[in-house]
């Protein structure tokens, strides 16, 4: 028996959250402030919770720091993120999903192949322990389907009423291997590729929150892509530029590109493949689907002469199945990004402002 | 709501065999935010014959909506124990006080709302709240509202009330063209306000100001359509009431949505921003219902309308002066930072614009 005051509320916690004496192995009870103390609470949550599920060698060799080998290594990718996405699950992922899957993405679409990743947890304290084991299982997946494990963590825990559930940092490191990737080696008649339809995961994710009570079939694109784009990279020489159309969507990286690269970006709006009920939740919720997050899309820029070869290695990949060609790099040197509508008109594509709000009517 | 679409391009080759018919130039005006995002969104403007202007009118809730009105809102949002709910595009529309964005951020308990029904769940989940809907919007929102006021009624809710703002449109196509400042040739009537009130609503006003009027559809290709008669009308020297939309809009609205917007509703005058007093153009909460009106309960004075200083929105809501004639546009107002209303709602008149602008700015740099 526990004589430690803190432990022993934290099992009366347990046992009434249970109705019964729960055993802290498997993944019952609530996260609580003393489970992130850094105490023997943290080292039981990380034995039994944490490692049984993202352990490797390195990362249960519990180091301060971990120590990676990269004498090949020339060039070193290395990204940070913060995943706070509300709810923490929704249909097609969870945020540990995302938050493995958004920084392996940020590392592939910059030509890196990622080789760990650092993963800070902040939870709120009564967290069911039971979510923390699923978010825990998504981070599993993710890194064995892509191949990279999760190398050194942190785990804190909040009080109630200053978080709101989970929230998921992950660093990664990333070799580069091959020609590195920048806007300036951007050329008129160069091709634009997306690896699959947009607007996805942004409406998965609203509709989860705003209209819980509708049943969609939107579920979110979240995916790791550094298998295919590293395929690309190395089976298609001609790839000058790729970026993960996350949070302002395909109308915020094409904007970027025409603003960064300098040139003029045409769009053609009917090949932009937009599914069906991801299209009918956008006019419902008064949002347009080329301005909102996706997880597992990347956007590229091809010379043209590797077009086909492209597209055809994309589309034998699993997410790349839908890869198109949506628009071109053209003259003149105005950096705007333009759409040309079903109907022959043309709009500017802008970065969207920031929050996305529903519209009126 | 989709009817099968016709082709787009024989539809814009007869708007061009009228449109040089007539042979001078010649506007046309929408009155529905959804038209404006419409015709920008499928790039309309660029594919009118020359001769062919379509101007945008006070037909945005967002860009209407007093400053008065925004300023009782983060007025309400400010007490302690009020959570004010409203829709998405109210959060950045600048008050005298900044917006309810930035009361938000500042700790005030603003929350979005997807239909006025949110409010009640919101009301009946947190009993400790007073949970108030700022309401906003043409006859397309307010049956909506109405809707919440009967059901909060019937359940007795003592924690929900509603701020309304709501208003009529034709009151202001009325005004309009009382004041005689706009030049327009023809109305495309708005889809969803005419779902609710009906198209033989502008009967009246076709006749009279002898204006031609056709109520349309939102796709693309309906508003070609719609301005396709329009033109066809002045061409042929008529000023007919055309229902161009007739899948949705039926001849006598819903008289459901209309019932229940009189039991709920009475037409008061009221402020619009940009064009002032218009009579009867407001539908405020009736007396019976005063319990659920945010105004009776928390005893609310409306300020003192004051408009920013330089902003002409008013005169953009009434087509009698481009965006680009304002001082302000694209410099001090611009839509991260907008001072007018017309630059903050994505169906404002400025912001849509701002877009069309800048491409003039980089060609003329080139």
Redesign the interface.
């Known amino acids: 028996m526990k004589t430690n005051g803190t432990i022993a509320t934290a099992d009366r916690l347990m046992a009434e959250d249970e109705g019964q004496h729960a055993a802290a192995g498997r993944a019952r009870g609530r996260v609580m402030l003393a489970h992130g103390g850094g105490g023997q609470l943290t080292d039981e949550l990380l034995q039994t919770i944490v490692l049984p599920r993202i352990g490797n060698a390195e990362l249960c060799r519990m180091l301060d720091s971990a120590i990676l080998d990269v004498r090949e290594a020339g060039r070193v990718a290395l990204t940070i993120d913060g995943y706070v996405v509300q709810p923490w699950q929704f249909p097609g992922g969870d945020i540990g999903r995302i938050a493995m899957c958004g920084t392996i993405n940020d590392l592939a679409v910059c030509g890196a192949e990622p080789v760990g990743i650092a993963l800070g947890l902040i939870v709120t304290e009564g967290f069911p322990m039971g979510d923390l084991a699923a978010v825990l299982d998504s981070i599993h997946a993710i890194a064995s389907e892509a191949g990279v494990n999760v190398l050194t963590g942190d785990t804190k825990v909040v009080g109630c009423g200053q978080g709101d559930g989970v929230y998921v940092t992950t660093a990664g490191v990333g070799i580069c291997r091959g020609p590195a990737l920048t806007v300036e080696n951007v050329q008129p008649d160069d091709v634009l590729i997306v690896t699959g339809a947009v607007g996805d995961h942004g409406l998965a994710v609203m509709l989860a929150r705003e209209m819980p009570e509708v049943q969609s079939v939107v579920r979110s694109d979240v995916a790791p892509l550094n298998h295919m784009l590293r395929k690309l990279m190395v089976d298609v020489p001609g790839v000058v530029w790729m970026r993960d159309p996350t949070r302002s969507g395909l109308a915020g990286v094409t904007a970027d590109l025409a603003a960064q690269s300098g040139w003029h970006v045409a769009l053609d709006e009917e090949r932009i493949p937009v599914n069906v009920a991801t299209r009918h939740a956008a006019e419902m919720l008064g949002l347009d689907p080329l301005e909102v997050a996706n997880e597992g899309k990347a956007v590229i820029v091809v010379r043209p002469e590797a077009e086909e070869r492209a597209l055809a290695l994309l589309r034998d990949e699993p997410y790349g199945r839908a890869a198109v060609t949506i628009g071109r790099v053209t003259a003149p040197r105005d950096g705007v990004c333009e759409l040309h509508t079903a109907i022959g008109g043309r709009r500017i594509l802008q970065k969207p402002y920031g929050e996305q709000l529903p519209r009126i009517c | 709501m989709e009817g099968r679409r016709p082709d787009?391009?024989r539809l814009?080759d007869r708007l061009f065999v009228a449109a040089k018919a007539i042979g001078r130039d010649i506007a046309f005006m929408e009155v529905?935010?959804?038209h404006t995002?419409s015709a920008?969104?499928?790039?309309?403007?660029?594919?009118l014959p020359p001769n062919v202007r379509l101007l945008s009118g006070p037909g945005c809730?967002?860009c209407v909506t007093a400053q008065a009105d925004i300023d009782l809102m983060i007025e309400l949002a400010d007490r302690p124990r009020v959570t004010l709910c409203t829709?998405?595009?109210?959060?950045?529309v600048p008050g005298a006080r900044g917006s309810l964005e930035l009361a938000r951020s500042r700790g005030a308990d603003v929350r979005?709302v997807?239909s006025a029904l949110d409010a009640l769940r919101l009301a009946e989940a947190e009993p400790d709240r007073e949970v108030v809907f700022a309401a906003?919007?043409?006859e397309?929102?307010a049956p909506a509202t109405a809707a919440l006021v009967v059901e909060a009624h019937r359940r007795g809710l003592p924690n929900l009330t509603v701020l309304a703002s709501h208003k009529r449109i034709l009151p202001a196509m009325n005004a309009l063209m009382q004041a005689g400042e706009v030049e327009v040739d023809g109305f495309l009537c708005p889809g969803?306000v005419s779902i609710v009130i009906g198209a033989e609503a502008y009967r009246t006003f076709t006749a009279r100001y002898h204006m031609p009027c056709v109520v349309a559809g939102f796709e693309?290709?309906q508003m070609?359509l719609a301005l396709t008669h329009l033109a066809e009308q002045v061409c042929d020297g008529r000023t007919e009431l055309e229902n161009a939309y007739p899948e949705a809009v039926r001849p006598q609205g819903n008289p459901t949505a209309v019932q229940l917007l009189a039991e709920v509703f009475e037409s008061a005058d009221a402020r619009w921003r940009g064009l002032g007093e218009i009579a009867g153009s407001a539908l405020v909460v009736r007396r019976i219902y005063a319990t659920f009106d945010a105004r009776a309960r928390f005893g609310l004075v409306a300020p003192v309308d004051r408009e920013p200083a330089g902003c002409r929105c008013g005169a953009v809501i009434s087509g009698s002066c481009s965006p680009e004639e304002c001082r302000l546009f694209g410099t001090a107002c611009t839509?991260?930072r907008p001072i007018g209303p017309c630059m903050v709602?994505?169906?404002g008149t400025c912001q849509a614009w701002f877009?069309?602008r800048?491409?003039v700015v980089?060609?003329d740099?080139?």
């Open positions: 787009t391009q814009l529905c935010g959804t995002m920008f969104r499928c790039g309309l403007h660029g594919l809730p967002v829709y998405g595009d109210m959060l950045r979005v997807y906003v919007g043409f397309t929102t969803h693309d290709w070609i839509p991260v709602s994505s169906e877009k069309y800048r491409r980089t060609e740099v080139r």
